[in-house]
């Protein structure tokens, strides 16, 4: 009967090692599968300046994620902290107070409008320098709703550029922010692929501009057309809460359709 006994102890020895085995075995691929989530996650760099501006569509799902509509403020500042910031404005933050609405429109007591306490328009960017003095500017915007939440998000990258051409990708409204940019942005263009004005015409209007179809002459005999961009064009949460903006940009050809120069 003892040897019955200790086979007994055994294979209840056995079953429990077996038992402990199979856990740790769980616990290690639930680890496992928690680490490769993380590693996930991990795997977008913080520091925007490792990707190239054509990488944009493939981290903006991501980016966006990290800042879920309903996100608090606080959580939000916490959030962007994570990433190494430029200066906006003189801030790491720049942030703006929105009008108070009620029933979709504006606030007014004793004939003023009324300024939200918790409603604002937030921005912060990350420049990156790139060769041939261009840079990317790596932006986030978000408005905050009366409660204190994000109730839109945007994430946009734009060109500062002085030689936009050499960086040999074609040209999106997208990346552009502003009349003086988008005057530098042609100037590249034309000086360093397209010095006829019918063939930079063409490919300004591919690129989503609107180069008007008649010049008018300048005092010298050269000849003037203008390049209109419509901000509605552009995903700005910025323009959205201000008026429109339809920025012309003046491009002067020789009386031979050579370009000449391109300013704002």
């Not at 009620?102 to 409603?119: D, H, L, P």
């Not at 990156?128 to 839109?152: A, H, Q, T, Y």
């Not at 179809?213 to 201000?242: A, C, E, Q, R």
Request: overall charge positive; glycine content about 6%; aromatic content about 10%.
């Amino acid at each position: 009967m003892g040897w019955i006994r200790k086979m007994a102890k055994r294979i209840i020895f056995a079953v429990l090692v077996v038992g402990l085995l199979g856990s740790w075995g769980v616990m290690a691929a639930q680890n496992a599968k928690s680490l490769s989530n993380e590693e996930s996650k991990t795997m977008l760099s913080k520091n925007l300046c490792d990707y190239a501006i054509t990488d944009y569509e493939k981290i903006k799902p991501e980016i966006l994620s990290m800042f879920p509509i309903g996100m608090s403020e606080e959580e939000l500042r916490k959030r962007l902290a994570e990433f190494p910031l430029s200066e906006a404005r003189g801030k790491k933050i720049y942030e703006q107070p929105l009008l108070k609405i009620e029933n979709g429109q504006r606030v007014v007591e004793n004939g003023e409008v009324v300024w939200s306490k918790k409603a604002k328009y937030l921005f912060a960017m990350i420049e990156c320098k790139l060769p041939d003095n261009n840079k990317n500017r790596w932006s986030f915007e978000f408005l905050m709703d009366e409660s204190g939440v994000i109730s839109e998000n945007i994430f946009v990258v734009s060109v500062d550029d002085e030689n936009f051409a050499k960086r040999n990708i074609e040209l999106k409204v997208s990346y552009l922010a502003g009349s003086t940019i988008i005057a530098k942005v042609i100037s590249s263009i034309a000086t360093e692929n397209y010095p006829d004005w019918n063939s930079l015409r063409d490919y300004l209007s591919a690129s989503g501009l609107s180069p008007s179809k008649k010049p008018t002459l300048t005092d010298d005999g050269n000849k003037s057309y203008t390049v209109y961009l419509n901000s509605d064009l552009l995903d700005s949460l910025y323009l959205k809460i201000g008026p429109g903006v339809n920025w012309r940009i003046t491009v002067i050809v020789d009386k031979n359709g050579k370009f000449i120069r391109a300013y704002r």
